[in-house]
């Protein structure tokens, strides 16, 4: 487990956490950079989002073996949001709109996404079928 407190230079201790991990699982490259952008995402929403970036308040990041693959669990301490009415950013008046990629990604990268505690904790499950050790 890595919990930081909502600073977003802190985001660069998700990649340590992540090369760590990656000595235990060995992800092929294409895998790796898919959970270190999702990661990464669900971090940077979390301390910016989430927490509104008071330095007080923490994230934390849990990963834990499931089915063939990880499950990486971010947890924020804000008031949390409604992922359903994230929108679209892929849609015509949204193409421009600086900001709001975030849960797109992650749902695109991860093989599957759930949201819990009323938006503040995500889980990405990211299926690492014939490469686990």
């Known amino acids: 487990m890595l919990t930081i407190n909502s600073n977003p230079n802190n985001i660069l201790e998700v990649e340590s956490y992540l090369k760590q991990l990656d000595f235990d699982f060995r992800f092929d490259a294409e895998k790796y950079a898919d959970i270190l952008i999702s990661l990464t995402e669900a971090v940077n929403n979390a301390i910016i989002h989430g927490n509104k970036s008071d330095e007080s308040k ?76």
């Open 58 to 133: 923490h994230v934390h990041i849990n990963v834990r073996e499931k089915d063939s693959g990880l499950a990486f669990c971010v947890t924020d301490e804000g008031v949390g949001f409604n992922p359903t009415r994230v929108p679209d950013p892929t849609c015509g008046v949204n193409l421009e709109r600086c900001g709001g990629r975030g849960v797109f990604i992650m749902k695109t990268l991860a093989d599957d996404i759930t949201f819990e505690e009323n938006g503040r904790k995500v889980e990405m499950y990211f299926n690492l079928k014939g490469q686990m050790v």
